[in-house]
């Protein structure tokens, strides 16, 4: 997958188009990401002893990774990512400016 936990990332399609946010978790089997304050649903949770009231809470849902693209670290506009070798090193660089991401 071209996004990792931790990244930056701006939503390009769906309801959620335009908002930017943090990669909170990674699934790369499924190809879908969990964005920081995008996509939130409604989860009814059942009474347990770390939360004895149960009750409705706002979560974050998944997405489609391919609805996200990596935020340009100089510009900060979306960016799509190459691979390259630096320093004996694979890391993702950035196509529009050319920095390295990681």
């Keep these: 997958m071209h996004v990792k936990k931790g990244d930056t990332v701006i939503v390009l399609s769906g309801?959620?188009?335009?908002?930017t946010?943090?990669?909170l978790l990674a699934l790369?089997?499924?190809?879908?990401?969990?964005?920081?304050?995008?996509?939130?649903?409604t989860k009814h949770?059942?009474?347990?002893?770390?939360?004895p009231q149960g009750g409705i809470?706002?979560?974050e849902g998944a997405l489609h990774a391919s609805k996200v693209s990596i935020v340009?670290?100089?510009?900060g506009k979306a960016t799509r990512i190459r691979k390259q070798i630096v320093?004996?090193?694979?890391v993702r660089v950035a196509v529009a400016s050319g920095k390295v991401i990681d």
Aim: zero cysteines; aromatic letters at 0%; glycine letters at 10%.
């Design 15 to 19: 309801k959620h188009k335009g908002k």
């Design 21 to 23: 946010g943090k990669v």
């Design 28 to 41: 790369p089997r499924d190809q879908k990401v969990v964005v920081e304050g995008v996509n939130l649903v």
């Design 45 to 51: 949770v059942k009474p347990s002893a770390s939360n």
């Design 57 to 59: 809470e706002q979560r």
């Design 72 to 75: 340009d670290p100089e510009t």
């Design 87 to 90: 320093d004996g090193k694979k």
